[in-house]
Structures are given as structure tokens and as C-alpha cells.
């Protein structure tokens, strides 16, 4: 389901940035952190889910904002303001599941009403159906121009656990810190299955994102309690993240963007573009190369995944004392990127075209390893080992946006796998997102983006600010 915020391909890999989902009235998830990518747990800018609703309730005349989940059904959310100070923001979101509400009316027994009255006896018998509702509560309290601090509290009618959260941010001049308390915490794993972590803190510090340039990353993450499965069903195990200890990780990274070509075209007179940041034609590419490393304590230092004969295993460096259920892992990454616009979003009618593609290599050790191997089979005239090529594979990411209407575009997303294990076919796209976007003009660069993902049968309406 990765759509990292949005599950767009532009926020990159390797600092896994929070999943959207309707599981939650807060409408995150997190992926599950790797040995030693991704870091996970790091957010980007992002307006929260009540204020997201608020929004659009006050600015573009909707009543209710509607979501989808396979695991609920189709529901609709509305939030009311609380006024407190002129630095303090309180919201009560409502949810309520007209999919299960319908769905119960069908199958009433007896009679049909005949009547009004009737009817309206019927109906307010099913409204009282506690599991229709949902509710959270979310105070997010301004304390000076830089801190803030949210606590948020969710509470469900169908006897889900409530969840709770605490979220202090710090804004410093070149860094972000972010300290959070979560109980429970939910995490997607690969395999887009949901986990309850009982306990979860994390402290997460971040230089500020720069199109070139040196970055590093640091966080600390606690599990407490043993991580359940949401929906109760069959898996392989309990992911090693989530396991109950201790994990420290840091990343260093140098990032460099080229333009291959920029148009110096003259954009319409007096015609302001839908979106400012997507006004400008141009053919660009950036690489990112770092190492990154990570300290483990406790049940999650035990990892099956370290072992040499795992061919989906981790090739780094590590080191491991199981006697004190501690581990040190460490790994170096690369990724390249090529982006592609054609148009100037200003005219009614395909003014946009952009195209964006990602290869992502996770490990060097690993893509050494394929690669001395194939270097070993070509020199002894042998046949290429089929994982060893694997192994040098890297992850693809490809997202394709254009232009139908005045404001709408149509985006896709998708990760391209190659499985060269698969005898029929070696292509996959994998975890598909399809979304239509309105840009909201007068505000220079924001949308309200409806998406849709066909493999977790999720779907949500989300507004953004200043994304490309």
C-alpha cells in the first residue's frame, strides 16, 4: 500500500515517510521499520486529518468527507471546531459507517414499514447501533512559533481498542525534531498486512530536505508489548521491527539534483497557473548515495532475515550478541531519479504531462555481492546465477500525472518489481494507486486528491499543500 504520505513516489525510500489510511480517524499508519532501511517513523509536513476535513468543510462546501476500507466499508467523517485560544486548535471528528448502517437496514426482519412513522421507528432503532460510529478527539496547542504539541484520542463503537497519541515537534533553523508517544501504534508491513504495536515511543531528528547537499537522520525507537495482527488472519510471522526492545538508527546521505533542460518559454500573460510549483516545463535527474547503521536491543535483535542462506536477507555488515539480545547493523543505499514535465498548468485542457521514475538500490552489500558473483560466472564462462542478478535488481518506482480539466489531473503510482524467479513472467507492478487531483488555484499550490489503491481495496479523500 506504500503511499508514503500520499504514497507518491516523489518522498522517496529510504526515510519512509507516514502511510495515508482510513483504518484511523487520524488516517496514518507506519511502515514497518528494516535493518537498516528504511528508518521509518520520519513525517513530512502535513496538515492533520481534522484539520485536512475542516478545511474542506469551511472552504469547499463539503458536508462530509467520505472514505473507504475493506475492513469497515464506506464511511463518512465530519468535524466540529472547538475554539479555545488563538493558539490552541481543538476538533471532535465524527465517523459515521453508512456502508454497515445501509447493510443492517437490508436485512431487518419482519414486515416492511408501512408507514412513515414506520419507517422512522425502523431507522432510529439502527442509528442506535454503537458500532456505526467512531469518534476522536485532537488538541493541537501552538506553544511558541516553533513547538508544538498534539494529543489525540480515538474511541470506536465496534469494540476496536481506542488509540492514543502524543506528539511534541520542534522546528529548529536547519533540523526537525519530532518526539511521539503512541498506544497503540499501527504499522503496514510489506506485505500490506496491519499490526498493533501495544506501546510505541520514538524520537526522530531530521535535517530539513534540500534539493543538494549533505542530510543525516536520527531516531530512537521503543516497542512495548506483543505486536497483534489487525485483522486477525494467517501471516509468516511477527515482523522483527515490531518486536518488543530497543533500536537506534542513523543515516547520512549526499544528494544532487541536475537540470538537463529548464524552458525558458514565456508562460501566459495574466493567466496564474493552477499550481505554481507545477508551472514549469523542464527535464531533470538527482542521485542520492549514504550509509546508515543501527543498534538493536531486545527481542527484535534476534532477526531471522541476518542469516547468510536467506536469499531475501540482509547482506550488510553486522554484528550480533545474542546473549544480551543486541545487534549493530550497518548498510550503504543509492538511488536515481529522472523527472519529466511538458505543459505550464495554465491552459483548460492538457497543459500537463509529468512523468517521474526511481531506482532505488537499498543495500549495496547486497548489489556488490550480485555483482561479484556475475563478474565470477562471466569470467568462468558459466550461465548467470538467476538470484545473483536479482540481487543487482533495483526497486523501480514510476509515477505518470496528466492534466483532463481546467484543475483535475489523473496521477498513477506504482512500484515495478522484476522477479526473475517467476518463469512466466519477470515484470510485476506492484501496489498500484490511482488518484484524481483538483487543484485549488486561488491558494497557489494546494489539491484535494481523491485516491484509490486496488491491492488493499482502500480509497480517501486527503488535502495537501505544497507537494509536487
Same mark, same amino acid.
Given at each position: 500500500m506504500e503511499m508514503k504520505k500520499l504514497r507518491w513516489a516523489m518522498d522517496g525510500a529510504f526515510w519512509d515517510l507516514d502511510i495515508s489510511t482510513p483504518r484511523t480517524l487520524d488516517g496514518l499508519s507506519r511502515p514497518v521499520p528494516g535493518d537498516p532501511l528504511p528508518l521509518g517513523l520520519s513525517r513530512g509536513a502535513r496538515l492533520s486529518r481534522p484539520k485536512q476535513i475542516d478545511f474542506m468543510q469551511r472552504f469547499m462546501a463539503a458536508p462530509f468527507v467520505p472514505s473507504y476500507a475493506a475492513a469497515h466499508g464506506f464511511s463518512l467523517q465530519r468535524v466540529l471546531t472547538i475554539p479555545v485560544a488563538e493558539n490552541w486548535f481543538a476538533t471532535l471528528l465524527g465517523q459515521f459507517n453508512l456502508q454497515r448502517f445501509v447493510s443492517s437496514v437490508k436485512k431487518s426482519e419482519g414486515p416492511p414499514p408501512d408507514s412513515a412513522s414506520s419507517w422512522m421507528q425502523m431507522l432510529g432503532k439502527h442509528l442506535q447501533d454503537k458500532s456505526l460510529y467512531a469518534l476522536s478527539f485532537c488538541s493541537d496547542l501552538l506553544l511558541t512559533p516553533d513547538d508544538t504539541l498534539l494529543l489525540s484520542v480515538e474511541s470506536y463503537g465496534d469494540d476496536k481498542k481506542p488509540r492514543n497519541k502524543a506528539l511534541f515537534q520542534h522546528r529548529f533553523t536547519k533540523h526537525n525534531l519530532s518526539v511521539e508517544a503512541v498506544w497503540?501504534?499501527?504499522?503496514?508491513?510489506?506485505?500490506? =498486512?496491519?499490526?498493533? %504495536?501495544? #506501546?510505541?515511543?520514538?524520537? =526522530?531528528?531530521?535535517?530539513? *530536505?534540500?534539493?543538494?547537499?549533505? #542530510?543525516?537522520? @536520527? /531516531? %530512537?525507537?521503543?516497542? &512495548?508489548?506483543?505486536?497483534?495482527?489487525?485483522?486477525?488472519?494467517?501471516?509468516?510471522? $511477527? +515482523?522483527?521491527?515490531?518486536?518488543?526492545?530497543?533500536?537506534?538508527?542513523?543515516? $547520512?546521505? !549526499?544528494?544532487?539534483? %541536475?537540470?538537463?533542460?529548464?524552458?525558458?518559454?514565456?508562460?501566459?500573460?495574466?493567466?496564474?497557473?493552477?499550481?505554481? !510549483?507545477? &508551472?514549469?516545463?523542464?527535464?531533470?535527474?538527482?542521485?542520492?548515495?549514504?550509509?546508515?547503521?543501527?543498534? /538493536?536491543?531486545?527481542?527484535?535483535? *534476534?532477526?531471522?532475515? $541476518?542469516?547468510?542462506?536467506? +536469499?531475501?536477507?540482509?547482506?550488510?555488515?553486522?554484528?550480533?550478541? +545474542?546473549?544480551?539480545? #543486541?545487534?549493530?547493523? *550497518?548498510? @550503504?543505499?543509492? #538511488?536515481? &531519479?529522472?523527472?519529466?514535465?511538458?505543459?505550464?498548468?495554465?491552459?483548460?485542457?492538457? =497543459?500537463?504531462?509529468?512523468?517521474? *521514475?526511481?531506482?532505488?538500490?537499498?543495500?549495496?552489500?547486497? !548489489?556488490?555481492s550480485g555483482a561479484t558473483h556475475l563478474a565470477e560466472d562471466y569470467f568462468n564462462s558459466q550461465k548467470p546465477n538467476l538470484e545473483a542478478i536479482q540481487d543487482i535488481c533495483p526497486n523501480a518506482t514510476l509515477s505518470l500525472q496528466q492534466q483532463i480539466a481546467g484543475p483535475f489531473s489523473f496521477r498513477v503510482d506504482s512500484k515495478v518489481a522484476v522477479e526473475l524467479r517467476n518463469q512466466h513472467w519477470n515484470i510485476r507492478v506492484d501496489e498500484p494507486v490511482f488518484a484524481l487531483e483538483y487543484a485549488l488555484q486561488v491558494l497557489g499550490s494546494a489539491k484535494a486528491i481523491a485516491w484509490y489503491s486496488p491491492k488493499h481495496q482502500e480509497g480517501m479523500i486527503e488535502l495537501r499543500f505544497y507537494e509536487t
Open positions: 497503540p501504534g499501527l504499522f503496514v508491513d510489506k506485505g500490506g =498486512d496491519y499490526w498493533d %504495536v501495544p #506501546s510505541l515511543m520514538s524520537l =526522530d531528528l531530521a535535517t530539513v *530536505a534540500s534539493d543538494s547537499g549533505a #542530510s543525516y537522520h @536520527v /531516531c %530512537v525507537l521503543h516497542n &512495548s508489548g506483543s505486536p497483534e495482527r489487525v485483522d486477525g488472519g494467517q501471516s509468516e510471522g $511477527i +515482523p522483527a521491527g515490531l518486536l518488543p526492545g530497543l533500536a537506534v538508527k542513523g543515516a $547520512i546521505s !549526499f544528494r544532487k539534483n %541536475v537540470d538537463l533542460w529548464r524552458s525558458n518559454a514565456p508562460k501566459l500573460k495574466m493567466v496564474q497557473p493552477f499550481d505554481i !510549483f507545477l &508551472s514549469n516545463p523542464h527535464v531533470s535527474a538527482s542521485g542520492i548515495i549514504g550509509a546508515a547503521m543501527t543498534a /538493536c536491543f531486545g527481542d527484535g535483535a *534476534a532477526r531471522s532475515q $541476518i542469516e547468510d542462506d536467506d +536469499p531475501q536477507g540482509f547482506r550488510g555488515f553486522s554484528l550480533q550478541a +545474542p546473549a544480551v539480545k #543486541s545487534a549493530l547493523l *550497518a548498510d @550503504v543505499f543509492a #538511488s536515481a &531519479s529522472f523527472s519529466a514535465q511538458h505543459g505550464n498548468f495554465q491552459r483548460l485542457f492538457l =497543459d500537463l504531462t509529468r512523468f517521474h *521514475a526511481r531506482l532505488d538500490f537499498p543495500s549495496g552489500a547486497k !548489489f556488490l
